[in-house]
């Protein structure tokens, strides 16, 4: 059974605001329990230090004042108490919207559900700004000063 690492997508993108969403879409029917699930609430909590997902449990960002991602997985395993979760059973045309700076992760594939395909589309609007962190080099936005929307000629824009 594979699970996707617990993290919050904000860990990874160099992004500031609220107008920010990702959007989960599988392609199969899933029971809640194979599809992502959320820490709810998170996305207004902290900014976890990232992990890097074949050298766990490293910080991202060795040397950044972040507070540790902390281990869902086992706190789920100990007590599934522990974090309050929610997930949903998806059908095809489902949509799940999923805040980037929402805990998020599971979704494994087992028994029940061998196969599964996925697409996210990541959405940012008007209050989105440049926010770098260390280490993450998006060339793109060289020219972009902290703070400045984030926009650049390889983010579409849709009217
Ligand atoms: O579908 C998945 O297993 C992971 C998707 C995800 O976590 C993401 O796009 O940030």
Redesign the pocket.
Known sequence: MAN?PW?Q?SSYIPLRGSHWA?V?I?FESLPARNA?SMVRGSHRGARYNGIVHDRLPEPLYPDADLPRLPDVEADLARDPASWDMVAWDTEPGDVIL?H?GAL????PVDAVTPD?H?L?L?FFGDDATYDPLPGVDLPWMDDQAEGAPFRSDIYPQLR
């Open positions: 996707t993290h997508d990702n989960w599988s992502i999923v980037p998020h992760g599971g979704a599964r996925t996210v990541r």
